[in-house]
């Protein structure tokens, strides 16, 4: 039986306010939560049973599954306290159903969106006898991840930090945040304390001769840790950029059949619009995620941003690169600046915030 664990107990600090009360695998992405993307995914890869390693609002993740009808066993492996990414491995280890110490266990970050070919990864793994085998991505700009260089036959060779000179970016391959360990590898991991797998595991494994191999590919990869990965990661999915099996054939706009949408309104590049939301008349919504229940007043435009479910933007409101909590209020004739956050709930008045020069009239009487 192929058995997979997904790590989903990190708090998603980056993506809050959105992580406030919703764990960052079950925000929606493309019209699902992140995690039934994954799922989908590991399914098709021919795997029978999965282990959520959970921490951070735990309780969320049963809830979500529990009507899963699908032929897939979930196991739920619960940290009171958060065990690091290599803990929480070891942690749901002990909830793998297998007994064969030789088995591939699949392991998933749960935010990286990934073209990777999960049975091609299991392959490299038992073509090279490997106790681990990594997934590394090439990137554009290395400056901003570890790097992970290996030989010419794929064999890890050391695990660096992130490069601070053009010198140190000896490689452009990455860690992706996929693996496969040999199950008697994994259960070698120390127990009950925080590990962290990047920083503590790999690096020891590679310190004392273990068989580390790298699995590079040039596919779609993305981390959707950060609000504007996060907006552009769905929006890919919708314009078929990415791929995903929940996803159906590449379309600029992916919108719920319960949501109103008025005909002079603009929906495009991939954006998704939630349940029930209602888009008002010469609004445009670009390369954004409106949640269900919201409201966008006429001649409103939003660009990249999330607006999380229930909140209003007000008529002629500019939202450019930014994330608006659940219940918020975005009075008319705002211009939020780029990387904003606005916290659940809150409530900006109308022409309260302007960034570009065309500023409104003083409300104001002198
Ligand atoms: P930030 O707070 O925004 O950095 O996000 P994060 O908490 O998700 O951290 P990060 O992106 O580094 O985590 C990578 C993956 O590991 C995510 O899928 C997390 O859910 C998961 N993860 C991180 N720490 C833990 C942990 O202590 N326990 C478990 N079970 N999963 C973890």
């Known amino acids: 039986m192929q058995e997979a664990i997904i790590l989903v107990g990190g708090k998603g600090t980056r993506l809050r306010p959105l992580t406030n009360h919703t764990p960052k695998p079950l925000l929606s992405v493309a019209g699902s939560s992140f995690i039934r993307h994954q799922i989908a995914k590991l399914m098709d890869a021919g795997v029978e049973h ?87 991505t090439r990137v554009p700009d290395p400056r901003a991840f570890g790097l992970v260089p290996t030989d010419h036959e794929g064999r890890v060779l050391s695990f660096l930090e992130k490069p ?14 996929c693996y496969v360990f040999r199950r008697s590898v994994l259960d070698a991991i120390p127990a009950g304390r925080e590990v962290s797998v990047e920083q503590e595991t790999f690096p020891q494994l590679v310190r004392n001769g273990s068989r580390i191999h790298g699995h590079t590919t040039t596919e779609y990869w993305r981390d959707l840790g950060t609000p504007l990965a996060f907006v552009h990661g769905s929006a890919d999915l919708v314009t078929g950029i990415a791929t995903s099996p929940l996803v159906g054939p590449p379309a600029e706009a992916l919108i719920h059949p319960s949501a109103d949408i008025d005909p002079t309104a603009r929906i ?27 409201t966008v007043a006429e001649g409103a435009r939003v660009h990249e941003s999330v607006v999380d479910h229930d909140s209003v933007i007000g ?51 002198h």
């Open 50 to 136: 999965v282990v959520f390693a959970t921490s951070y609002l735990a309780s969320l993740f049963e809830t979500e599954f529990k009507d899963f009808t699908q032929d897939l066993a979930i196991s739920y492996a619960v940290e009171e306290i958060p065990l690091g990414t290599g803990g929480a491995i070891r942690n749901a280890g002990n909830l793998l159903r297998g007994t064969d110490p030789d088995a591939p266990v699949l392991i998933l970050n749960g935010d990286i969106l990934s073209g990777v070919d999960l049975r091609a990864l299991l392959a490299t793994h038992r073509d090279h006898d490997a106790d681990v085998t990594l997934h590394l």
């Open 164 to 177: 601070k000179t053009p010198e140190e970016c000896v490689t452009d391959q990455v860690n992706a945040g």
């Open 268 to 294: 495009t590049g991939g954006s998704t619009i939630g349940a029930g939301a209602r888009i008002g008349p010469h609004t445009v919504i670009d390369r954004s995620i409106i949640g269900g229940g919201v």
């Open 315 to 365: 008529g002629a409101t500019i939202l450019r690169q930014v994330v608006i909590g659940c219940h918020a209020h975005v009075g008319a004739d705002n211009e939020l600046p780029a990387q904003l956050r606005l916290a659940c709930g809150i409530r900006i008045p109308a022409q309260g915030v302007r960034i570009s020069g065309t500023a409104a009239a003083c409300l104001t009487v």
